[in-house]
């Protein structure tokens, strides 16, 4: 069998697996409660096909983390999502950084990542729905009622937020603006914050 083939059909197998999640998922949201998307079988299974087919371990072990939590979110009063969530994330290359998400009725209104540019230069990148010198056009973004938020515009920026007061998700942003050179840098990773 030769390698193209090869990998499509497992490629087929792995978009089959994932599609798991969805079936399970519509009844979960007509019942108005979280459940998980996948088994630890499955979720072996397809971050197995994933590495057969040439992609890295870290980015199998990234994408495992983004699905295992953005299966549940919030189901409550969205009131209750308001205020400024705090937290630390990592990226596919083993590089920390810290975020806050600022949450106002059910409308992330502004995010600011403080990160690690080229040689460890210091880089902070703010973007706000509230602040004309911060503005972006796809902010406020509304939080979904499961508390899950996706900004395509952003890097695919997600965020499920929890009822504990914990949040967590993922992006692959490449920062291209900033006046400092070395703050130019990609951030592909997960995250996970608690609200202050």
């Known amino acids: 069998m030769n390698r193209p083939y090869t990998a499509r059909v497992l490629l087929s197998i792995v978009m089959v697996i994932a599609s798991f999640g ?89 995010i600011t990542i403080n990160y690690p540019g080229s040689g460890n230069e210091p880089c902070s990148l703010h973007i706000s ?18 508390g899950t938020v996706y900004l395509e515009e952003f890097g695919g920026f997600t965020g499920t937020f929890f009822p504990d007061n914990s949040a967590s998700g993922g992006m692959g942003l490449k920062i291209t603006d900033q006046s400092k050179a070395a703050c130019n840098v990609e951030l592909i990773g997960a995250w996970t914050a608690e609200k202050k």
């Open 129 to 146: 729905g509230t602040e004309k010198e911060y503005g972006v056009d796809f902010l406020p973004a509304e939080i979904d009622f499961t």
């Open 22 to 110: 969805c079936v399970t998922l519509t009844k979960a949201i007509a019942e108005q409660q979280p459940q998980a998307t996948a088994t630890p079988n499955e979720d072996a299974t397809v971050a197995a096909v994933m590495t057969d087919i040439g992609i890295s371990p870290s980015s199998v072990a990234w994408m495992a983390t983004v699905n295992a939590v953005s299966t549940q979110g919030f189901y409550g009063n969205p009131a209750d999502l308001d205020g400024v969530w705090t937290g630390t994330g990592f990226t596919v290359d083993n590089t920390d950084y810290t975020l806050d998400v600022e949450i106002a009725n059910n409308y992330i209104t502004d």
